[in-house]
């Protein structure tokens, strides 16, 4: 559930609402042009999360942020959701905001596979794609068989409650990665990731099912493609994970990766030695800026041309 639950209005700085099939979801529109640059954030963050990188790509076009439904600042819903009623839910959310298409979906993690269906329901409306340190549809047959052990296990336990000593570790991460957010809203943002932590945990549940929901759907556009790996250490992971499970489960993560960018005719694969997973944005957002700028550009080359 939302932390924000019974909340109808919010501060101008965290965006606007709109509502969609009953529910109200929180929107962040900015920049003008085309392609418009829409963010799908990861499991356990939020559209404002991506600030950085949306008021970037803001100057080179029309950027959007938001939140869905069972997240941020966005009505609560239950969780898990189906990849298919995710996508749903924002391409009414675009239609409803009068947002401009075509789209690049910039997506990440659990986000990326969302993207990634967005692009199978809604060809027509997608110019390309950059696909965050995304999950992998092979990813539960190719992790290392103490990182899939280990995975099971967390998924059949309840998450326990956080301890004082755990609420402060985390809550120091988070402020680093948003020490450059504008006071109004770092501090709206905090105290949601203090709140809503079970959120990410439960939105992911689903998250091999919603593989398979890809894997199953259908062919996805022949438009741009970029994919970048984080290989630096997360120590939001770290915090979970010993070392050793966490680096060959980045091995794994990155050479699918390769597949997958690999996968589309106008695909490339990049790799960053120092972003961690959850951050990544943060931690090379000139990489991510330069990512979209690139798609921006091979969009607008005729497909086959290898547009530079």
Not at 26 to 46: C, D, I, K, N
Not at 86 to 110: Q, T
Not at 169 to 186: H, M
Not at 229 to 251: K, N, T, V, Y
């Amino acid at each position: 559930m939302n932390s924000h639950e019974g909340e109808t209005m919010i501060s101008q700085s965290m965006g606007r609402q709109y509502e969609v099939n009953g529910d109200q979801l929180v929107l962040r529109q900015s920049g003008v042009g085309r392609p418009t640059v829409v963010f799908l954030p990861g499991a356990g963050l939020v559209g404002l999360d991506y600030l950085n990188v949306h008021n970037a790509a803001a100057e080179l076009t029309t950027s959007v942020l938001y939140d869905r439904g069972g997240t941020g600042w966005s009505d609560p819903k239950g969780l898990p959701r189906t990849a298919s009623d995710a996508v749903d839910e924002l391409h009414a959310l675009l239609r409803v905001a009068e947002v401009p298409g075509p789209y690049l979906l910039v997506g990440h993690s659990l986000g990326a596979v969302y993207a990634r269906r967005y692009a199978q329901r809604f060809p027509d409306a997608v110019a390309g794609m950059l696909l965050l340190d995304p999950y992998h549809e092979d990813t539960p047959a190719r992790m290392p068989e103490e990182v899939a052990q280990l995975s099971e296990q967390m998924r059949d336990q309840p998450l326990p409650e956080p301890t004082q000593e755990i609420i402060e570790f985390f809550g120091g991460l988070f402020a680093g990665k948003l020490a450059q957010w504008p006071a109004e809203v770092r501090q709206p943002l905090m105290e949601y990731h203090r709140d809503a932590w079970r959120t990410g945990a439960a939105e992911a549940a689903n998250v091999h099912e919603v593989g398979e929901e890809v894997r199953a759907g259908g062919a996805e556009p022949d438009v741009p493609v970029i994919v970048l790996s984080a290989m630096g250490d997360d120590p939001f992971r770290l915090a979970q994970l010993p070392e050793r499970l966490e680096r060959g489960f980045s091995d794994v993560r990155c050479a699918l990766h390769g597949e997958l960018a690999a996968s589309f005719p106008r695909g490339e694969h990049r790799v960053l030695d120092d972003a961690g997973h959850n951050f990544m944005h943060v931690d090379r957002q000139d990489a991510v800026l330069q990512a979209i700028r690139d798609l921006l550009v091979r969009q607008a080359a005729p497909a086959g041309s290898g547009g530079a």
